[in-house]
């Protein structure tokens, strides 16, 4: 193989491995709009309040003589996943649940309050600096010629591709199989309906905004452990491409964004491997810009009937 | 109360869940290795206090609801003065607030009236989205950016062509305009919170090319050295450049750098003013009456022949230059712009601005303009609090008082009865 095409699959590689983390992300814009139709802006800080927890229980209890890593990755993954859903509840009760059903607008700007609130919050608990954290899981394989390009694919980002999808197969068999996922599809085609016919809708709400925010969780230990730091304004920037990222794949379908993650995590990869990096941000929104002109829908989404 | 006794309990422990592990304990970086570190026993008791308050307040929530009917509301319109008796006021009331912003400055110091110009900025900042946002009804979450174009227009055009400010401040205007138009005419389609997202991401990428088209824009050390507004060709310097005079040799007066200061104060109170006129003229046009129809219901006014697009592309295009006007207003006040003056929370700001005066009430827009600027600079020893009090009265704002503290209040009769 080339030089060129060995290090396309590179770059293949990390985008795959940056995608599935928006796609997790994507989730809960995604879920949390096909029932309620708001965008809740606030869902990249429940992601970075993961990242935060999970560090905080990783190097917690490392301090108490917890060695064994398998058991701490797992408890920081638990730690940060009830935090975070914690979260999402709370915010749904406190900000959101007391404006539905009102104009579009305020539930939004509440939203954006919402985020900028908990940046904030997170800001002055812990400091604004960047914390660095060593890896904790290094290696992995390296194959290609030596002489020309060696594509590396890291432990860390098996790990990643095994998470998200064994969370994304989860969720699938959840809203499919379950119960409550029956209830959660019955809210998302008609709330009105699905009230009258005896499901508590409020408690369906708050279990969406539970759900995607312990993906968002997942999402950040994975990508706080991948990058290795953090910062409380991390959440700003992956909500925005989480959201992109949803409304490509059509915002409301849960395939769409995973979907959407992927595409829009490769796009970047692909866009930093030949322009200067600065310029991949650029690239996102450009797509997104893009995407709503030309299929508003996005690519798995259905069109909306405007009825009067 | 045996009943809200469940309820109370599982308020207060996801309150102690959101606070314990985040505030509780805290990460401490040093030098390569990350450590925690438990929270002081202040902060413990903080977190107790927050847990105690949730769980009493859930578990009182009733009682508290009862004592709260009883209380008396104060009927406060017997105190303001009659509509008729106001109205006739009203031409001398303007005159008096427009007379006393021109003396004022001339009896305080100079860093009040710097911080007054700032607030100008801000009131012409949002009384220009509060076309978009108020009147038309479409949520902007990128403002900034066309406030970026104003004062990056202002700087390239002064620095590379050496054009002064009051050339191109209508040549801000204008750009700023063409972009909102540009940006506007493919989006406008979308639904609200599509906007919304779209707008948000048209500031990011003005912000990033600025940031890194660094052989024009200087990047992040953004542009320095930018002229100053001139009197009619006199200047506000020390010494006069070549062939030009300056304002103090002129009228043969001593050199004060406090005649700067108060010129670039008079040209924002006048800039605003016109913002004011021009903004109050449109609102009485049938253009301002088919911004607002179109928020209302915008099917309502597609079967009246009302076309979407055209009006919204209006309001976002108007909306924009006045953001272009205040941008070179701001780089001719810095002397020096950077990417960092126009990040996202500067659009946020903006916003709340809107949103806490009321949407559509330009009187609310201006005081909440002079709240949200004279506030931090008072509360000072606060200012590490200052984002997070401002994200906290955002969602507690649209939770009490979605209309604004000052709503907009249209020409409407009543029928007297009695």
């Known amino acids: ?308 | 109360m045996h009943r809200a006794i469940f309820p109370a309990l599982f308020a207060a422990g996801v309150t102690f869940l959101l606070t314990c592990l985040v505030v509780g304990i805290r990460l401490e970086q040093e030098g390569a290795s990350l450590t925690v570190v438990g929270a002081d026993a202040e902060t413990w008791g903080w977190i107790a206090f927050a847990v105690i308050g949730v769980f009493l307040v859930q578990l009182l929530q009733q009682p508290l609801q009862r004592l709260r009917q009883r209380l008396p509301t104060a009927d406060i319109t017997g105190l303001l003065p009659n509509e008729m008796l106001l109205h006739r006021l009203k031409p001398w009331l303007i005159a008096l607030v427009v007379s006393g912003l021109l003396v004022w400055p001339f009896m305080v110091s100079r860093g009040a009236v710097d911080l007054a110009t700032l607030t100008l900025i801000y009131v012409m900042l949002g009384l220009g989205l509060n076309i978009v946002v108020g009147f038309a009804g479409l949520l902007d979450l990128g403002y900034v950016a066309f406030y970026a174009v104003g004062a990056y227009t202002y700087a390239l055009l002064s620095e590379y062509y050496g054009l002064s400010f009051w050339m191109s401040l209508p040549l801000a205007g204008l750009l700023a305009a063409v972009f909102g138009c540009l940006l506007g005419f493919p989006v406008l389609r979308l639904r609200g919170d599509y906007l919304a997202i779209v707008t948000l991401g048209f500031g990011e990428i003005i912000r990033i090319l600025l940031n890194n088209w660094t052989s024009l824009t200087g990047g992040p050390n953004g542009i320095g050295g930018i002229d100053k507004p001139s009197l009619f060709g006199l200047e506000f310097s020390r010494r006069a450049s070549e062939g030009s005079q300056t304002f103090h040799e002129f009228f043969d007066i001593d050199y004060s750098s406090g005649h700067k200061v108060i010129f670039l104060y008079l040209v924002a109170v006048l800039l605003v003013l016109l913002t004011i006129y021009i903004i109050n003229r449109i609102q009485r046009m049938p253009l301002g009456r088919a911004w607002e129809a179109l928020r209302e219901d915008e099917i309502a006014c597609r079967s009246l022949g009302l076309n979407p697009t055209v009006i919204k592309l209006s309001a976002f295009t108007l909306g924009a230059s006045f953001a272009g006007f205040a941008g070179c207003f701001f780089a001719a006040r810095q002397g020096f712009i950077s990417p960092e003056s126009f990040t996202f929370i500067e659009s946020a700001i903006i916003l709340a601005i809107v949103v806490l005066g009321g949407m559509g009430s330009q009187m609310g827009v201006i005081c909440a303009a002079i709240a949200m600027t004279i506030l931090p600079e008072l509360a000072r020893e606060f200012q590490e609090y200052r984002m997070l009090m401002f994200g906290g009265v955002m969602v507690l704002m649209m939770l009490w008082r979605p209309q604004g503290l000052l709503p907009m209040k249209r020409p409407h009769l009543e029928l007297k009865t009695s």
């Not at chain 1, 009102?102 to 904030?120: E, K």
């Not at chain 1, 309906?193 to 995607?212: E, K, P």
């Not at chain 1, 290795?228 to 409301?252: D, E, Q, R, S």
């Not at chain 1, 322009?275 to 650029?282: A, C, G």
Request: aromatic content about 10%; some cysteine.
């Open chain 1, 1 to 308: 193989m080339t030089e060129t095409s060995l290090y396309v699959l590179q770059q293949l590689i990390n985008g795959l491995t940056i995608g599935s983390t928006y796609a997790l992300i994507a989730i809960g814009y995604t879920m949390v709009y096909g029932i309620i139709g708001m965008i809740n802006f606030a869902h990249g800080e429940v992601y970075m309040i993961g990242t935060y927890t999970a560090f905080i229980t990783i190097i917690g209890l490392f301090t108490m003589g917890v060695s064994s890593l398998p058991v701490v990755l797992l408890l920081a993954l638990m730690t940060a996943i009830i935090i975070s859903s914690t979260y999402g509840y709370a915010i749904e009760r406190v900000a959101y649940r007391p404006l539905r059903g009102g104009p579009r607008l305020i539930p939004l700007i509440t939203a954006i309050g919402m985020s900028i609130f908990l940046q904030n919050y997170i800001r002055l608990a812990q400091g604004s600096r960047d914390l660095a954290m060593p890896a904790l899981i290094s290696g992995g394989i390296e194959f290609g010629d030596p002489d020309v390009f060696e594509v590396s694919l890291s432990w860390m980002q098996l790990i990643i591709w095994g998470v998200t999808l064994a969370s994304m197969t989860a969720l699938a068999l959840f809203i499919s199989r379950s119960r409550l996922g029956r209830a959660c599809r019955a809210c998302a085609q008609d709330l009105k309906m699905a009230n009258l016919l005896g499901i508590d809708t409020n408690r369906i709400i708050a279990l969406t905004f539970v759900i995607g925010a312990a993906l968002a969780a997942i999402a950040g230990v994975m990508l706080g452990l991948y990058y290795g730091t953090i910062n409380p304004y991390i959440g700003f920037m992956a909500g925005l491409k989480a959201f992109t990222a949803a409304v490509l794949g059509g915002i409301g379908s849960i395939p769409g964004a995973m979907l959407g993650g992927l595409i829009l995590g490769i796009t970047e990869a692909m866009t930093a491997a030949f322009f200067p990096s600065e310029y991949k941000d650029v690239v996102a929104f450009s797509l997104l810009v893009l995407i709503l002109l030309f299929r508003p829908t996005g690519l798995l989404g259905k069109p909306e009937v405007e009825k009067v």
